[in-house]
């Protein structure tokens, strides 16, 4: 396998960019005037597209070519690239994973725009502490050790309680600041506690080499053993999967929306290469045995997520749960132990963060300054207000319920059939009907939206590009729904190369 020299820097040149860009903005941001905080706005979503763009632009021979809507491009690492003492690697699923990572949050900034501004966010520390939060994520996502995975996953927790708390005259805001800090905390300790078991049976922090030591005859299966309880229990606090989901509601809540909906998406990407850097990287030899954890974890997180979320009133904590129970769905996928599962548990988790881009983004236009369209009530009658705004709420709710042919039905049905195939069939069942148990609490807003009176007659307002990139983003579900086979083409391929 290719090998750089030591301290090659050439694959890390889009976590450079960005602490690059995030450092720039913390300085000129102390130069700029508050009537002129746009200048550290677009700052940002420049360094973020650098970032992006360099994510795809490997700058090496041993890039490939894909074939995406008949045009041919060079995408990803043929080969995985490895540097700072093998503890950094940059192959196919960090260019994908990073690039998506990147364009979710500046999706993000984009929508919350007019949101933060209103309620005094819109500043430089607002914008340092995502890219810092974002860099977190794409080290996670290119870590190749236990160090680099631990670091990488510190300083983007560290971001994002900093970000909860923003508002510092609401007291929400700093109570979810503080359980988010507290809990987090914990599983950053149980992590820490089964990296250093796993170190201990193993004698090396390289995932690479840890995977070989459990492999060999004679490794110490007890001690492994208790190291991935610790390890998959940490995994499961950071997806929000049950029984460790009790911070997602209330962050989700109390967060100022903006925050609500970066931690909603680019989060989730991380995660997932973060369970495939560590499950499947280092520990597949303990399949066997962390397959039985995650079919506890999915089961209880589609049950419990559905069934409570019928009970909210409250949107943000509804989609709180839908959270919860859409990432038991997506942890179907690791069941397989193969690329097949894993690729559509990718495809699942991209499509989520596409859907949940749209639905949070929905709630952020319909806010204001001094009011919260936090409510199911304030959706009522959106179609009399807005067709087209109701037309992109229907899209995100019928996605998130799976109804065809938006991108979430494709989505469910892979994972359900990754289950199929290692016969699992008794699960697969219990996910569709956990499917039509949420539909009812998605339908409802629909419902509200296009048969009831409208509650709040205030005209929406909104900037050009929001509006743009909203119905881009909306239409992307039914795009994509319709045509799943490049998207999934990617997650196939970005995985095969990568492992």
Excluded at 18 to 26: G, H, K, R, W
Excluded at 195 to 206: E, H, K, R, V, W
């Amino acid at each position: 396998m290719p090998m750089l020299p030591a301290f090659d820097f050439i694959p890390a040149l889009p976590e450079i960019s960005l602490l690059t860009a995030a450092c720039a903005v913390l300085v000129i941001d102390l130069f700029v005037p508050d009537s002129r905080r746009e200048i550290s706005y677009w700052l940002t979503q420049l360094g973020l597209l650098v970032t992006a763009w360099l994510s795809l632009y490997p700058g090496h021979e041993r890039a490939i070519q894909l074939v995406a809507f008949g045009y041919r491009v060079d995408l990803f690492h043929a080969a995985p690239m490895r540097t700072f003492g093998n503890m950094f690697v940059a192959d196919a699923l960090a260019d994908f994973l990073t690039f998506l990572t990147c364009m979710s949050v500046v999706l993000t900034l984009a929508y919350s725009r007019t949101y933060l501004t209103d309620r005094g966010l819109f500043r430089g520390e607002t914008f340092v502490l995502t890219m810092f939060a974002l860099l977190g994520m794409l080290v996670m996502i290119s870590a190749n050790s236990f160090l680099t995975l631990y670091l990488g996953l510190e300083l983007q927790s560290l971001s994002l309680y900093a970000m909860v708390a923003l508002r510092r005259d609401s007291s929400t805001a700093v109570e979810a600041s503080m359980k988010y800090f507290v809990l987090g905390a914990l599983a950053s300790g149980l992590l820490l506690y089964g990296m250093s078991m796993l170190y201990g049976a193993t004698g090396s922090l390289d995932l690479g080499r840890v995977g070989a030591a459990i492999a060999a005859p004679g490794a110490n299966k007890i001690i492994l053993i208790f190291g991935l309880v610790f390890v998959v229990s940490a995994i499961a606090f950071k997806l929000g999967a049950v029984p460790y989901h009790m911070w997602l509601p209330d962050v989700y809540d109390g967060a100022p929306t903006a925050i609500t909906l970066f931690i909603g998406t680019a989060t989730k990407l991380a995660a997932f290469a973060f369970m495939m850097r560590l499950l499947v990287g280092s520990l597949s030899s303990l399949a066997f045995d962390w397959q039985g954890m995650l079919v506890v974890l999915s089961l209880l997180s589609m049950i419990v997520g559905n069934v409570i979320a019928i009970a909210q009133t409250n949107v943000k904590r509804m989609l709180a749960y839908s959270t919860i129970a859409n990432m038991g769905f997506m942890l179907m996928g690791f069941l397989t132990a193969s690329v097949n599962g894993y690729s559509a548990a990718m495809f699942y988790t991209v499509t989520y963060v596409l859907t949940t881009l749209v639905g949070f983004g929905m709630v952020l236009l319909l806010s204001r300054r001094g009011f919260e369209a936090d409510q199911l009530d304030d959706f009522k009658g959106l179609n009399q207000r807005s067709p087209w705004y109701a037309f992109m709420m229907l899209l995100t709710m019928f996605s998130l319920a799976g109804v065809p042919p938006t991108v979430g039905f494709y989505a469910k049905f892979s994972v359900i059939e990754a289950a199929v195939d290692i016969g699992m069939v008794w699960l697969a069942v219990v996910a569709v009907i956990a499917s039509l148990v949420g539909a009812y609490y998605y339908v409802r807003i629909v419902k509200l939206m296009y048969f009831d009176d409208p509650v709040d007659t205030a005209p929406i307002a909104a900037r050009l590009d929001t509006r743009v990139l909203l119905s881009i983003n909306g239409l992307a579900l039914l795009l994509v729904g319709i045509f799943p086979q490049q998207l999934m083409g990617m997650c196939v391929v970005a995985l095969t190369l990568s492992y």
